[in-house]
């Protein structure tokens, strides 16, 4: 009786050299993972954020561009008003002129046990020109201060006046000063007492702020500073004034803009 586990089996094939071949499994073996690219792109989805943000971006930038044209829209029909009306009306500054300046003090006295000392007394008188068809000038009480050679000797005022449309205005003010010298300004202002025939130096700086009105149209007060130049001056004899020579004067008229704590 032969052993059944001898028998060979009626399925098995041989190859010609009576081997059996290697058996194939079904079941494919696993597969082969993917050769790592480094240039490849990594992808990232984009999130509901980044496209909020770059939203408001853009509103932003929506925002300040019609902000800008708004504002250049504005400051171009100022600019074209403001052309208009310079063409209809042809506004002029105001004009003043130093008519008459009488000295009645000016007196310096030194002495070794004090300090020098400046008294001085003036009469002044001026006219206010305004040459405009259409404008009128409300003008603040005046701050007159006289100079010579750069030294202070005399302060006063002007009275709040109105000068109205093609008018001449005449105002006065008395001018005096009482005040002790430093070195420098007895040494600045005998040398101009020295000038007897053409008379000392004067200069006469006056401070105020103006309001104008034009036809319904008021603006607001704006500062303004005259300064008049080349008159001269002689030391009166006696209790007799003295003239000033006024015929070289001139005076002229500058806007006082005041930024915080500086004025131009």
């Known amino acids: 009786m032969s052993d059944p586990s001898s028998k060979p089996n009626g399925n098995a094939t041989t190859n010609g050299n009576g081997t059996a071949p290697a058996a194939v499994n079904g079941n494919p073996g696993p597969a082969k993972s993917q050769l790592y690219n480094p240039n490849r792109q990594v992808y990232r989805p984009q999130s509901h954020y980044h496209r909020r943000q770059r939203s408001n971006r853009n509103l932003c930038c929506c925002c300040c561009f019609w902000s800008i044209l708004t504002l250049l829209a504005v400051a171009l029909l100022a600019a074209i008003v403001g052309a208009a009306l310079y063409v209809l009306y042809r ?25 020098p000392h400046l008294a001085t007394l003036f009469n002044l008188t001026l ?100 300064t008049c130049e080349g008159v001269r001056g002689n030391v009166p004899n006696g209790k007799i004034p003295s003239v000033a020579s006024v015929i070289n004067s001139e005076c002229k008229v500058d806007l006082r803009i005041k930024i915080w704590k500086f004025s131009f």
């Open 91 to 115: 506004p002029h500054r105001p004009e003043f002129s130093v008519t008459n300046l009488r000295i009645a003090k000016m007196n310096l006295t030194t002495s070794p046990d004090s300090p």
């Open 127 to 226: 006219i206010a020109k305004n040459p405009n068809n259409h404008l009128t000038f409300f003008y603040d009480p005046f701050i007159v201060t006289v100079f010579s050679n750069s030294v202070t000797i005399g302060n006063g005022s002007l009275t709040a006046f109105v000068s109205d449309k093609n008018n001449q205005t005449s105002v006065r003010s008395i001018v005096s000063g009482s005040t002790d010298l430093d070195t420098e300004s007895l040494t600045s202002l005998r040398s101009g007492l020295k000038k007897k025939e053409k008379g000392f130096p004067m200069e006469i700086q006056m401070d105020t702020k103006v309001k104008m009105k034009m036809e319904s149209l008021k603006s607001k007060k704006v500062g303004i500073r005259v």
